[in-house]
């Protein structure tokens, strides 16, 4: 097992905003994390990140327990987070924004093994390649978002957390985008996603979590919870096109 959540409790000042969370994910495994707005989603990406605190709980990654450690320390034994929003480094070209992604791999690698992951991200959203010296902040949303994803894998990253990935993109952008994210497993890249949109969840998904107000409510593979309509009108809504495109 690559990463194992037990009992997951966050607190925001006197909110407790996850409420005792078990989850896991193998290794190899595109698992997602469905639900509606405020639901707490996000903040489990957060602590696995060590961007917010565990109240109570651990997370283990191949058995190290993350809930103490620095997030420069989680980076550093193979976790980047995609954060939801894009944060490119605007003023920063595109080729010195993947070269952040690598920061903690300088020095301690030829840099011919970072040129050869960056010509890698560039071959996953070729556009990057075209806009390698040009600055983050004027690339379109879509291409901001391909850059994130690429400048987390240049960490060299065994688990990528993805939050939020097709916020605000033009449908053929999250098409492109979610084709690259299918093929992550293939390349050793497990996979965390945190996604609004549940059509698109269902369709990459080995795994989804159903979460409702700071706990899971349902979990299983998409053909198991495409059975549970009690589920999906309760925790997801009504209006909502339920199919696999495996």
Request: proline share 4%; hydrophobic share 40%.
């Amino acid at each position: 097992m690559q990463l194992e959540i037990k009992g997951l409790e966050v607190r925001y000042g006197g909110i407790k905003a996850l409420k005792g969370i078990d989850l896991h994910v193998e290794k190899g495994e595109i698992v997602a994390i469905v639900g509606r707005n405020g639901s707490g989603k996000s903040t489990i990406c957060n602590a696995i990140s060590g961007v917010v605190r565990a109240s109570a709980g651990s997370i283990l990654f191949e058995e190290n327990e993350l809930t103490r450690l620095h997030p420069a320390k989680i980076v550093a034994l193979g976790i980047a987070q995609v954060p939801e929003g894009r944060q490119v480094f605007a003023p920063m070209s595109v080729e010195e924004n993947l070269e952040v992604g690598a920061y903690h791999r300088m020095g301690r690698e030829p840099a011919s093994a970072i040129q050869e992951d960056m010509e890698r991200v560039f071959q996953l959203f070729p556009i990057l390649k075209e806009r390698r010296k040009q600055q983050a902040g004027t690339l379109s949303g879509g291409e901001q978002q391909m850059l994130v994803i690429g400048r987390a894998l240049m960490s060299r990253a065994s688990l990528l957390i993805l939050d939020e990935p097709s916020l605000g993109l033009a449908p053929v952008v999250v098409q492109d985008i979610f084709k690259v994210i299918k093929e992550l497993p293939s390349s050793g890249v497990t996979v965390l996603l945190v996604e609004q949109n549940v059509h698109l969840s269902f369709s990459v998904a080995d795994r989804l979590y159903i979460m409702n107000t700071g706990t899971i409510e349902a979990s299983g593979t998409p053909d198991e919870l495409k059975g549970r309509r009690e589920i999906i009108q309760a925790y997801l809504g009504k209006r909502r096109r339920w199919c696999a495109m495996r």
